[in-house]
């Protein structure tokens, strides 16, 4: 069965610390990544997407993911977050050309100390 | 500026008794989704709405139906909650079947007591 693993659960970072997030999937087509942020009391936002091409992906508020496809991971990226940056992220799959149904990952709260 | 709107943010009903969310878009996609997310777990698709033509995922319980009497609007009923059916429901929207990205709503969070 499809499915997308998220390596960390909760991370706590310092400000202006860097932050990578794992993020791996188990699909042997050709796929469509996400990365979505939820704030609090806030709704799924779509950070960053990967349908094609350059396998570096830049998104919103400085975050960027990279696609390794020998590796099926799409980590992200940011080099200095900020207290703003406190959320839950979910990085999620879609089979490319199918329904658009997406697989998420169980999420990582991050949360950054001032 | 609100897209996807769902209503109520917060329900709360009693085992048994039947429940309708509500969910109403201003983007005219043709795709609308649900989604269902339990405590501390990802997000998982009962079923998607492409125009009239309704997909239900095959591990769907038969007690979640849905309704789009149009394309602005999309309805989830449970007829029978359990209190395994407390959850976050998102209701989301896209332009297209793949290759495109979902829009959400802020979801309801239903209590069953």
């Known amino acids: 069965a499809q499915s997308v693993s998220q390596h960390n659960h909760h991370v706590i970072l310092s400000e202006a610390a860097s932050l990578e997030l794992g993020c791996n999937y188990s699909y042997g087509g050709t796929v469509n990544l996400f990365w979505y942020v939820q704030y609090p009391g806030q709704h799924l936002q779509l950070l960053l997407k990967y349908f094609s091409g350059d396998p570096l992906v830049k998104g919103i508020k400085g975050f960027e993911a990279e696609f390794i496809k020998s590796k099926f991971s799409f980590n992200l990226r940011k080099p200095s977050v900020q207290w703003s940056d406190t959320a839950e992220y979910f990085c999620?799959?879609?089979?490319?050309?199918?329904?658009?149904?997406?697989?998420f990952g169980q999420g990582t709260t991050l949360q950054v100390k001032p | 500026d609100a897209m996807v709107i769902q209503n109520p943010r917060y329900q709360v009903t009693q085992f048994g008794k039947p429940v309708t969310l509500s969910c109403s878009q201003t983007?005219?996609?043709?795709?609308m989704y649900w989604y269902q997310q339990k405590s501390s777990q990802a997000p998982k698709l009962l079923f998607h709405?492409?125009?009239?033509?309704?997909?239900n995922e095959a591990d769907t319980p038969d007690n979640f139906q849905s309704r789009r009497p149009n394309t602005s609007f999309c309805f989830l009923d449970i007829r029978s909650p359990g209190l395994g059916d407390a959850a976050m429901y998102l209701c989301?929207?896209?332009?297209?079947?793949?290759?495109?990205?979902?829009?959400f709503g802020q979801g309801t969070r239903l209590t069953v007591v």
């Open positions: 999620a799959v879609t089979p490319s050309g199918n329904t658009g149904k997406l697989i």
């Open positions: 983007l005219n996609h043709n795709v």
């Open positions: 989301a929207t896209s332009r297209s079947l793949g290759n495109t990205e979902a829009f």
């Open positions: 709405y492409y125009d009239k033509d309704f997909n």
